[in-house]
């Protein structure tokens, strides 16, 4: 494929697209990871959009657990409609080329939804240490308008973040290499084809990363010391599992997250191989936005009984159909 650039006086040559190398497959390997990965993109947005209209539809589960949960499957679907759809074209055509706006975007966005994803896990795990600390608080400390500000809040969270460094990066010279050797416009490979110095911008995304990473970070650990100081206090051993299986699904989706996510984002040139580093982006935008919603409805019988209240009410309008038109 052609390699799109102009040319500048002096031989200087500046690009002008990128081109999103993938993952280099071919053959039958590239035919049977394509369809893995348009499965996976489904599936994830079948299991994340169901949480959503189960959380709007359905009284039962109006909480403020519940909220925030509607809030990460939005989160989770935004994440996944910014990076997947692209792949998919590099995958199942020849798509490779990106334009500077449309690779910017991209990065902006992956920036956004994951600054978005931390602070909602943060404030999920606040929300059962309040369930559990101070069960009989909860209604008043955990009011609407405390977690519609916490979920405006977590969503707005990762704007400077997202605004500013990709601005800063895609100012930045770029000359004569467009080859991204990755399947989204990531930090990290985009940052190896500039051509001068990077330590000022390496520095300070990484200090910016850090504070804002390690807010929702610390307000997980703070939770779950108070949550694991509570659950000893409780006397019978039935008492204590209970409480804390309450936390199973946001624990596990907490050490997904941040073991993944943070690997790539906290180093931006770490000396982690390509292939490797495609491998850990991979897991954690595609594969945790698909298992989340498994996680958390396999683990949580409010929502169980919420999906199959909604289907029994779908069939049963079916069969109410159905029984008018047979009349």
């Not at 308008?145 to 704007?159: R, T």
């Amino acid at each position: 494929m052609r390699i799109l650039e102009e040319t500048k006086p002096g031989n200087q040559t500046t690009v002008t697209h990128f081109l999103l190398w993938g993952f280099g497959l071919r053959g039958k390997m590239h035919l049977l990871f394509s369809i893995v990965i348009s499965v996976t993109f489904l599936v994830t947005m079948i299991g994340n959009s169901l949480i959503v209209v189960i959380t709007v539809i359905d009284s039962a589960p109006h909480t403020p657990m519940y909220y925030f949960l509607k809030n990460l499957a939005l989160t989770e679907i935004c994440y996944s409609l910014s990076i997947v759809p692209r792949m998919l074209l590099i995958l199942l055509g020849e798509r490779k080329i990106i334009s500077f706006p449309a690779c910017a975007l991209q990065l902006s966005c992956a920036i956004l939804f994951v600054m978005c994803e931390c602070f909602l896990l943060g404030v999920m795990a606040y929300d059962r240490q309040v369930a559990i600390c101070h069960p009989l608080h909860y209604g008043t400390m955990m009011n609407r308008d405390l977690c519609f500000k916490m979920a405006v809040g977590s969503w707005l969270s990762g704007i400077p973040v997202a605004l500013v460094f990709p601005t800063w990066l895609f100012t930045l010279p770029f000359c004569g290499r467009n080859k991204v050797d990755h399947f989204f416009c990531d930090v990290s490979p985009v940052l190896k084809l500039v051509c001068a110095d990077t330590a000022l911008f390496e520095l300070l995304i990484f200090i910016s990363t850090v504070i804002i990473v390690m807010i929702p970070f610390s307000l997980i650990i703070i939770s779950y010391l108070l949550i694991i100081h509570a659950v000893l206090q409780i006397p019978s051993a039935m008492g204590q599992r209970q409480a804390f299986s309450t936390c199973t699904a946001h624990l596990v989706v907490v050490t997904l997250f941040y073991s993944t996510a943070g690997i790539i984002h906290l180093r931006p040139r770490s000396s982690l191989s390509s292939n490797m580093k495609k491998m850990v982006s991979l897991s954690y935008t595609v594969v945790t936005p698909m298992i989340n919603p498994f996680i958390y409805s396999l683990r949580n019988q409010k929502v169980k009984q919420s999906l199959r209240k909604c289907i029994n009410k779908r069939l049963l309008g079916k069969q109410m159909i159905f029984s008018l038109s047979s009349s």
